[in-house]
């Protein structure tokens, strides 16, 4: 099994399972789980003295049979502060010659579960390897390494360059994901909290003016079309909304019928598209000529694909009578619309399958069709794909890296510029007018470590980037909120 997001969909689920809370008492199994238990004799510890110890921390996890996941830790001066996997520490021994984190939780069966991270080597002050075990009920049942580094800003970067922050609101509560700009209001989803409503008619002087609070719900990827407000749900599909009323949006129903997990979200004309990773791992497509009475028109899976080993549709973009689905680990697929008089179909043209793939733009660059394609995992990077005519190839033409540590969240076509939002490196504008060499010609490093809820998860910090075309750039910050910059070149 290869590819990150294969990783992180298979192995985290393996590596977690159902958890309940971390424990408090001392009652769970440690055995094969404790430093004592690790051999270390062939490790450098002497070179662990110079290691920082604290920060937030993002490791790359390597178990024995090949499978693997990017996650993180924070490290504080004592247990109480320290995180590992998202989970409390329980046992934290770090000394000149030593590095051990332990963390523990209970699976939904009831099994007792306990994380560990033992450093072995430090390359540097912030890059450290080592073992990591997981153990249920005391024995080892996963082993592997980890690379980890540490979190700063990337060398030689001030805080901006040829962008200006005019504008930031923290949430009331949650942390901020995806997001809407349009008519004068930002739509901000987050999470189980449900969705806020910003007045941005001045953009330099958001404030709230609405929210919408879901029943046991999930608020993910959001869109407005005209009057109407889309909102993908994890439990109940797409809800519509009414938005006669921008600060009070008026629930119409949820689509369709039979409720499934819906991630992203697109628009092209009069239809609406969206990703279903689960149950089924397809993509719905929408008749919107009525856009407060949706009707579906096709349900596609793309046959080859082994949706338990993370081939989901995550994402999907659109345009001139196309579909290009992010895939996942099968990589970004290319379908056409075949519509009739009665009927819709869709068939598949092909696919760029070496990398996985979380969200991509698309648009015309010169006399090509371009699709600028983000991962979403350890080493993820964006990758501009020639799908002029998907038929005869897919294939790359371009790439833009920056560091494997750091994944991109999501990507923002304008003309010959393309926003990109990574999670710790902040707002990154390219020039991509020359698609094989995408040039960077601006940034704001958005992510700060003394933020609260730094350290939980490798996926923290800029989420989505939207540029609606009134001279701002609108994002989201998980910890943040709301943040409206412009660029001043």
């Not at 920082?52 to 921390?57: P, S």
């Not at 399958?353 to 600028?372: D, I, K």
């Not at 501009?384 to 994944?407: A, H, I, W």
């Not at 939980?456 to 909120?481: H, K, Q, S, W």
Request: charged content about 25%.
């Amino acid at each position: 099994m290869d590819g990150g997001m294969r990783r992180l969909l298979a192995l985290s689920s393996t590596l977690f399972l159902t958890l309940g809370c971390g424990k408090d008492d001392d009652s769970t199994p440690k055995a094969e789980c404790q430093l004592e238990a690790i051999d270390l004799s062939s490790c450098q510890r002497s070179t662990l003295a110079d290691l920082q110890k604290e920060g937030v921390w993002h490791l790359n996890v390597l178990l024995e049979d090949k499978t693997g996941t990017a996650t993180s830790l924070r490290l504080a001066s004592d247990a109480s502060g320290s995180k590992l996997l998202g989970l409390d520490v329980k046992d934290q021994q770090v000394s000149a010659d030593t590095f051990f984190l332990a963390s523990e939780a209970d699976s939904s069966d009831g099994t007792k579960m306990r994380f560990v991270a033992a450093g072995c080597t430090a390359k540097s002050p912030t890059q450290l390897s080592g073992i990591f075990r997981r153990c249920r009920n005391g024995a080892t049942d996963l082993e592997g390494t980890f690379e980890a580094t540490r979190v700063t800003r990337r060398a030689g970067e001030e805080e901006a360059s040829k962008l200006e922050l005019v504008a930031e609101l923290a949430l009331p509560r949650g942390s901020a994901t995806e997001m809407a700009v349009a008519n004068g209001r930002a739509y901000v989803t987050a999470g189980s909290e449900g969705l806020f409503i910003y007045d941005v008619s001045t953009p330099t002087q958001p404030r709230k003016v609405g929210e919408l609070r879901p029943a046991s719900d999930v608020f993910k990827d959001v869109l407005v079309h005209g009057q109407t407000l889309y909102v993908a749900t994890q439990n109940n599909g797409i809800a519509v909304f009414d938005l006669t009323n921008p600060d009070e949006p008026a629930r119409v129903r949820s689509i369709p019928e039979k409720p499934v997990e819906v991630n992203g979200l697109a628009i092209d004309g009069n239809r609406l598209f969206a990703a279903a990773p689960s149950p089924y791992a397809e993509v719905l497509v929408f008749d919107i000529t009525s856009p407060t009475a949706p009707t579906l028109q096709t349900r596609y899976y793309v046959s080859g694909t082994t949706p338990e080993l993370g081939d989901r549709p995550m994402d999907v973009a659109a345009m001139d009578n196309r579909l290009y689905v992010s895939h996942w680990t099968y990589g970004l697929t290319v379908l056409e619309l075949k519509p009739t008089a009665t009927t819709l179909s869709l068939e598949y043209l092909g696919r760029y399958g070496t990398r996985t793939s979380r969200t991509a733009a698309v648009g015309v660059v010169g006399s090509r069709t371009l699709a600028f394609d983000a991962g979403e995992d350890w080493g993820a990077h964006l990758t501009v794909l020639n799908v002029t005519n998907p038929k005869v190839s897919v294939d790359q033409v371009g790439e833009f890296r920056l560091r494997p540590e750091v994944s991109i969240r999501s990507v923002t076509l304008v003309g010959t510029k393309l926003y990109v939002s990574y999670y710790q490196d902040g707002l990154r504008v390219l020039d991509v007018s020359v698609p094989g060499e995408p040039r960077q010609v601006a940034y704001y490093n958005t992510w700060r470590e003394s933020d609260v809820g730094r350290g939980v998860t490798f996926f923290d910090g800029l989420n989505t980037v939207r540029v609606p075309g009134d001279g701002y750039i609108y994002a989201t910050e998980t910890a943040r909120g709301l943040m409206i910059f412009r660029e001043t070149e």
